[in-house]
Nanobody, 123 residues
Framework: VQLQASGGGLVQAGGSLRLSCVAS????????MGWFRRAPGKEREFVAT????????DYADSMKGRFTISRDNAKSTVYLQMNSLKPEDTAVYYC?????????????????WGQGTQVTVSS
């Protein structure tokens, strides 16, 4: 499956952004989906994941209550709604697809990756 992420940008602290990731070339509803991010000088880290149906989700502790992952299987799209953004959320955000649902997942659990979208939060 091919993934195309979008929706990043520059936002002030406390603001919101919604990232989207459109899938093509596969049966989207058969994949668990995830979001990861990589901040400058840091390793890639888990952000959120959602099961095939969208009924089960998991988040990294620092994102709980601020970020919401969701999916629309009819549109082959997974979303990441990010609220109350902080400067430390600045990173390149990647969407990824996995044939299994893991909670919490590791990067190696995902088979396909999008190209990433830059999120910059100014203080």
């Amino acid at each position: 499956v091919q993934l195309q992420a979008s929706g990043g940008g520059l936002v002030q602290a406390g603001g919101s952004l919604r990232l989207s990731c459109v899938a093509s070339g596969g049966t989207f509803s058969s994949y668990a989906m995830g979001w990861f991010r990589r901040a400058p000088g840091k390793e890639r880290e888990f952000v959120a994941t959602v099961s095939w149906s969208g009924g089960v989700t998991d988040y990294a502790d620092s994102m709980k209550g601020r970020f919401t992952i969701s999916r629309d299987n009819a549109k082959s799209t997974v979303y990441l709604q990010m609220n109350s953004l902080k400067p430390e959320d600045t990173a390149v955000y990647y969407c990824a697809a996995s044939s299994k649902y893991y909670s919490p997942p590791r990067s190696s659990d995902f088979d396909s990756w999008g190209q990433g979208t830059q999120v910059t939060v100014s203080s």
